[in-house]
Structures are given as structure tokens and as C-alpha cells.
């Protein structure tokens, strides 16, 4: 194979941008473009068209799909995508909830590249942070906090699509659909922790019934703490991601990196110093970073790239689990009111969810909107 023929499944406002930049991506053939809706099928006359994924997938057409639907296809696409040996690039999240999640991935027989549009993680300030608490040079982790809330949406943006923000249509709302990319870079960072507790307010800044504010308290094994802030109801919004350890703390905002670096162990120095208000020498350094990466384009160029040459997936759709286990543990804790531990029972989630969707009483208003996917990124 000298080229990857590729199908997007799925002509919302994701899957139409990964349109519009697939012929910047080497290697690629875009071939066919599928959804229910013939009215946006028809604004691509240079493909061939389908309405159904299944026909799609079993045309024997494309060596590939991307799957850009709404939520919950992602898992029944996904499976059969695999199961008919394409290659497969999901976006985010990898599913709605951890039991599909782990379906999804039963269904991969380690032979096809199975990736996740987890874009975020070729931003370099990310993997910069990454490298910085991965290598040790912070020492043992203590504190994790992400205060996130730059994700400001209007009324409109949820009433573009009649499955936005419910139970039944989307599975969530700021932690499905916004925060997937955070969550994921905060396990890829700092790992995954082992308690949660959460306090969600469905419904507080906007007309939905999911969840658009957020704040979660979690635990590490080791007993460092941490806190994620987020909502789609705040303007401005905050995007500071601050790490704290035994040999300083690394602190991303505003599109720069400062690593408070001590030349010695906190631990030690509390532990021997003398002085009963010593002090901490401490080095403020300013870490390199230029520019925020190939996003979208990088990801999905990666996609081939491993099709073709079997190079290292940035984003393995396997991975995809742990956010979508992190974003099920805030809500399971929210709506029972309790501390949960991770990992979460598949199972126990998947029938609580399925209680908000048959409950679900919510008339959803849709009504026309202005997309700039591009104002999102």
C-alpha cells in the first residue's frame, strides 16, 4: 500500500473540518464521506457518498475510517470497523462510557492502527510538561491542579444539534464533549489517580440537562492530591495547569511554562533544616516552547504514517480509556454523592447512565448556528 484511502463517517461540524484539511496530509486519498443527512453529503460531489456506515465499511473502498459522529456511534462504528479489519481514527471520546469503551477495544486485534483524536497532545507545551514530571526532575508528585474553564459556550452552540448536551444524545456535556482532550492529558502527565470525589452542576449556566460545571478533588497512590476546574458558563476563562513536587512545582498558563525548580529536596529540607520558618531556595526558569503543534493535521498525518510505516502512535485509541474513565468517575460521584475509586465498575456506570437517559423528560431547542470549528481550537 502507497496510499491510505480513507472514509469519514460522520459530517457535523468535526467531520466536516477533517474534510476540508485531509488534502494537506500526505499519503492520504480521501475516497468517501457518510452520513445520514444526503443534504451534507451533497456538498462533497468529489467523493463518493454514503448514508449508511455499514455500506461504507463493508464497500471494500477504503483502507480507513475516521469516525466523527455523535458520541455513542463511536463505539457500534468503531467495533464494526475493526471487526471488518479497516484501520480506524476515532474522535473524541473514544466512547461514552468505560463498558463501551472496553468493548470497543475487544474488538481491536492488535493488527490495524487504532488511533484517537487526541490532538492536545502534540501541543509541545504539554509534552514539555510531561517530559519535566515523567523524567523525575520535579521529584515525587505532591499536587496536581488544572483550573480549565475557557471552554465558554453560548446557548446557540447547544441548540445546533437535537443530541447536544443530553443524556440520550451526547452521554454528557463539558466532560464528554470539551474536556475529553484535558482529562486525557492529565493521565498522560501525571497518571491516573485512585479516588474521586466530584461536585457537577447540570444544567446551572446553560438550557441542558448535562452536566456544565465541574469541580473534582482525586488522590494519588502515593497520596498526592489534586483538583480540575471546568465549565463552558465562564468568561473570561482560566487555563492554568499547575504541578507541584518534592523538587519544585511547573506551571503552564497563558501559553508559557515556568518551573519553580528547588536545587534540593523539599522533603529533606523539611525534614532536617533547623530553622523553623527556613525558606526554600528556589529557580525560577522560563522552559522553551514555540507554537502549539500540528493539532488535528499532526494526529491524523501520524494515522498514516503508521498505516504505511509503522511509525509510533502519538495517541493510541487505547489509551482513550483512562479519560473516559476519569470523566465517568466525576459524574458516578456526583450523582451518588459519594467518593468513588478508580477503576470504576463498567457495569454499575452503564446502568446509572442508562437511569438519566430513560428518566430524561428534557426538550431539547435546536435551532440554526454559525460553526467556526476553528474559533474552538
Not at 61 to 69: Q, S, Y
Not at 180 to 201: E, S, V, Y
Not at 289 to 318: C, K, M, W, Y
Amino acid at each position: 500500500m502507497e496510499v491510505v484511502r480513507l472514509g469519514i463517517i460522520g459530517l457535523g461540524n468535526m467531520g466536516s473540518t477533517h474534510v476540508g484539511w485531509s488534502p494537506k496530509i500526505n499519503r492520504l486519498k480521501l475516497v468517501a464521506v457518510c452520513d445520514l443527512d444526503e443534504s451534507k453529503l451533497a456538498k462533497y460531489p468529489d467523493y463518493e457518498h454514503f448514508t449508511s456506515a455499514s455500506e461504507l465499511i463493508q464497500s471494500g473502498k477504503v483502507d480507513a475510517v475516521l469516525v466523527a459522529t455523535p458520541h455513542y456511534a463511536h463505539t457500534t462504528i468503531g467495533i464494526e470497523a475493526l471487526e471488518a479489519g479497516l484501520h480506524v481514527l476515532v474522535e473524541k471520546p473514544i466512547s461514552v462510557h468505560k463498558a463501551d469503551a472496553l468493548r470497543l477495544i475487544a474488538a481491536w486485534n492488535g493488527r490495524q492502527v487504532f488511533a484517537a483524536m487526541f490532538n492536545q497532545r502534540t501541543d509541545p507545551h504539554y509534552q514539555q510538561m510531561r517530559k519535566i514530571v515523567q523524567s523525575g526532575e520535579l521529584g515525587e508528585v505532591q499536587r496536581v491542579n488544572w483550573i480549565i474553564t475557557d471552554w465558554f459556550r453560548t446557548e446557540t452552540y447547544y441548540a445546533s444539534g437535537g443530541w447536544r448536551a443530553t443524556w440520550r444524545g451526547e452521554g454528557g456535556g463539558v466532560l464528554l464533549n470539551q474536556c475529553p482532550h484535558n482529562l486525557d492529558l492529565l493521565q498522560w502527565i501525571a497518571g491516573m489517580p485512585t479516588k474521586m470525589r466530584a461536585f457537577c452542576n447540570f444544567g446551572k449556566h446553560h438550557r441542558i440537562e448535562v452536566e456544565d460545571e465541574v469541580t473534582a478533588y482525586f488522590e494519588y497512590a502515593n497520596g498526592a492530591t489534586g483538583v480540575f476546574i471546568t465549565t463552558t458558563g465562564e468568561a473570561p476563562g482560566t487555563n492554568r495547569l499547575e504541578i507541584a513536587g518534592d523538587r519544585g512545582k511547573v506551571v503552564l498558563e497563558n501559553g508559557t511554562i515556568t518551573f519553580y525548580r528547588t536545587p534540593v529536596s523539599v522533603k529533606h529540607v523539611k525534614d532536617t533544616s533547623l530553622e523553623s520558618f527556613a525558606t526554600v531556595e528556589t529557580w525560577t526558569c522560563d522552559v522553551p516552547v514555540r507554537g502549539n503543534g500540528g493539532q488535528h493535521t499532526e494526529i491524523l498525518q501520524n494515522f498514516v504514517n503508521s498505516i504505511l510505516d509503522g511509525a509510533t502512535l502519538l495517541s493510541p485509541a487505547v489509551e482513550g480509556l483512562n479519560s473516559v474513565e476519569l470523566a465517568n468517575a466525576m459524574l458516578l460521584s456526583a450523582w451518588t454523592d459519594a467518593t468513588v475509586s478508580l477503576p470504576i465498575d463498567p457495569a454499575f456506570y452503564e446502568a446509572e447512565l442508562k437511569k438519566k437517559v430513560d428518566g430524561s423528560a428534557f426538550a431539547k431547542e435546536t435551532r440554526a448556528a454559525v460553526v467556526d470549528m476553528a474559533a474552538s481550537f
